[in-house]
């Protein structure tokens, strides 16, 4: 078996078994609670050795990074990459700490390159008992290798772009069967994450977290105000070697302002008064890139940067998506001229950008495309892992069908969790099961689904989701509510596969379908539809879906074949399980503590339909077991 790891932002851990083919993957976040954890996966490999593999079955390990820039002593490269943000937050909250620890490096050890990085890595590993080879990867090639060697092509242009990993935003790949050949790099200084992470600092938003919104925010504004300021910031350009690619000015200046080796007093004051004021790592990464983009777009708007009102707000998303797509249509179409083959497979962050990738499909000569269901760093632990496999005699390629790779839990689990929060349990059949909430769904009611095997991914996809009725608008702003978030675009639905072409359209339906099953494209609704789904549908026309066949998971199938029996509506809204800025649920516990916040109207766990103990009780179908005591049979995934 080969486990794959990865440790930026969204740590996470990957199996592989004997096939190439994933059994396992899970983020940290999901475990740590806390969003886009760094950092060694340590709670993840507790649940890997308890539960998935033991030490000595581990043949090799891949890891999604090179783990070679690191500056500075041993317990410096712990701190900036492979502590958690909780051990860094301790750090940062003590100006005590923090003057130790730069003291340390500043005083004789200072910023030169070591290795220290890897080795601690293997020490870790070790400690774990697990001995194995360990392979440290470049961050793009395992991007690469997580779109092409997991997508359903036997030959593709693959490309990744990003904010920066291993020094590089971006590359071009050519690929077939198992090979991966380097076309084209891009390095960092060219990076169009750093575009789009400092518009969204800009516009006051989390970077690294709400870059999603900015592409919601952009169908509200007018992309001509502030176009050519874009365009100055970010165009393509031709290389040395006459191959086009992209300049990018923001991470010019990125690169220049947090250079180490060029700190300047007057800038390191600056980053002391950041420091002071955050006293936490996401807080003080905020507020730098925030500074930086302020700084930049001073005198290019017309309202205060720091101070911009919503329209101003949504013509700057408006400009930079338009730019964006452009650049990236002109740079993809580049390539695709130069290419044996007219399929995409795409990963790294900028590709979370679901209007861009419709636009890609749509402006490009592409017939097909595949985005990772896992496109940002966690999606370098597969990656990783993938290159690691097809390095073995006889690799075969396998597909990825499905993101459901992370834990599940028993009933019984369950049911101690219901004990212990004071809750009411009845189970009901598959099919009785699907009736009630499809029912619920009829009636409004908002629907938590906990079952089965937790998404890898951003995505929920059906085990970790909230069920909602699509037809009325009105459902964002109350849902939005109840779950504590701030959306600009609405929520995403899931659809059945025979519906798919009766609610979109477009010339390459067909050419998107290897990618909704993960829902990391928008496409074009049908005018008609759009009235009949205003809740799933944007400003623009478009919505994200998640489509499914039946044997992708039969229960979920049933879910929305019986709301279409009462409705005639084959799609429902399904949303991540999660309440504000919280990662999507994991354990029996965060759902129901969900559920007892008043986040939702239903509960669904595994076969128990859970209700608080002061409700009255569900008026049970004939064959449903009414508040079960004894610990019930286990389910089918094993733990
Ligand atoms: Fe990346």
């Not at 495309?369 to 496109?375: F, K």
Request: hydrophobic share 40%; charged share 25%; glycine share 8%.
């Amino acid at each position: 078996m080969i486990l794959g790891l990865s440790f930026s932002h969204n740590a996470t851990a990957c199996l592989l078994d004997g096939q190439g083919q994933a059994v396992f993957c899970a983020s940290e976040e999901r475990f740590t609670r806390r969003k886009n954890d760094w950092g060694i996966p340590h709670l993840v490999l507790d649940e890997l050795l308890a539960h998935h593999v033991r030490p000595g079955q581990v043949q090799a390990v891949a890891v999604g990074e090179g783990c070679m820039a690191a500056y500075g002593s041993r317990k410096f490269a712990d701190f900036l990459y492979l502590g958690n943000l909780a051990s860094r937050d301790h750090t940062l909250r003590s100006p005590l700490r923090t003057a130790a620890l730069l003291a340390r490096e500043v005083c004789g050890r200072t910023f030169r390159p070591r290795s220290e990085y890897q080795r601690l890595v293997i020490d870790a590993l070790k400690k774990r008992g697990i001995i194995a080879p360990v392979r440290f990867f470049d961050h793009h090639t395992a991007h690469a290798a997580s779109a092409f060697h997991c997508s359903p092509f036997e030959d593709a242009l693959v490309v990744t772009l990003d904010g920066e990993g291993d020094g590089l935003s971006g590359s071009v790949w050519h690929a077939s069967g198992s090979r991966l050949e380097l076309v084209q790099k891009l390095d960092e200084i060219r990076s169009l994450g750093k575009f789009y992470r400092s518009i969204t600092a800009l516009l006051g938003l989390t970077v690294n977290r709400h870059e999603g919104k900015v592409t919601g925010l952009a169908a509200y504004g007018d992309a001509d105000r502030y176009r050519e300021t874009m365009r100055g910031l970010l165009h393509p350009e031709p290389d040395a070697e006459g191959l086009l690619t992209v300049r990018s000015r923001i991470a010019e200046h990125h690169m220049k302002r947090f250079n180490l080796r060029r700190v300047r007093l007057g800038g390191l004051a600056a980053h002391l008064g950041m420091y002071w004021r955050s006293r936490s790592w996401e807080g003080l990464l905020n507020r730098m890139i925030a500074a930086q983009a302020r700084s930049i777009f001073a005198g290019a708007l017309e309202g205060d940067p720091a101070s911009l009102s919503f329209e101003e707000k949504a013509d700057i998303a408006a400009a930079a998506q338009a730019v964006l797509e452009e650049v990236v249509v002109e740079y993809m179409g580049f390539h695709l001229e130069r290419a044996p083959s007219r399929k995409l497979a795409l990963a790294g962050g900028v590709f979370a950008n679901v209007k861009l990738n419709q636009r890609v499909l749509e402006r490009t000569e592409a017939e097909a495309i595949y985005i990772h269901p896992g496109m940002g760093d966690e999606g370098l632990a597969m990656g990783a892992a993938k290159l690691a496999y097809h390095e073995t005699p006889g690799a075969k390629r396998s597909v990825l069908r499905s993101v459901h790779l992370g834990p599940a839990y028993r009933e019984a689990d369950i049911e101690r969790a219901c004990d212990h929060h004071q809750m009411r349990y009845t189970r009901l059949a598959d099919e009785a099961l699907a009736e009630r909430i499809a029912d619920a769904l009829v009636n409004e009611e908002i629907v938590g689904l906990f079952r089965g095997r937790m998404e890898y991914g951003p995505r929920a996809l059906g085990h970790r989701t909230i069920l909602v009725n699509p037809a009325k608008r009105e459902i964002n702003d109350v849902v939005n509510k109840r779950l504590g978030r701030s959306e600009y675009m609405p929520f995403a639905p899931v659809v059945l596969d025979d519906a798919y072409e009766e609610i979109f359209e477009g010339p390459k339906l067909s050419g998107a379908r290897f990618t909704t099953a993960f829902m990391t494209i928008t496409l074009d609704v049908k005018p008609a539809w759009a009235k009949r789904i205003e809740g799933v549908v944007h400003v623009d026309g478009t919505a994200r879906p998640q489509v499914i066949e039946r044997e992708d998971d039969p229960f979920y199938y049933a879910i929305l074949s019986k709301f279409r029996e009462r409705t005639g509506i084959g799609c429902v809204v399904n949303t991540s399980f999660n309440l504000h800025e919280e990662p999507i649920v994991n354990r029996p516990e965060d759902a129901i503590r969900s559920f007892q916040s008043g986040a939702i109207d239903r509960l669904v766990m595994e076969n128990l339909w859970v209700e608080p103990r002061d409700r009255a009780p569900l008026r049970e179908p004939a064959g449903a077991v009414e508040v079960i005591r004894q610990a019930p049979v286990g389910q089918p995934t094993p733990r």
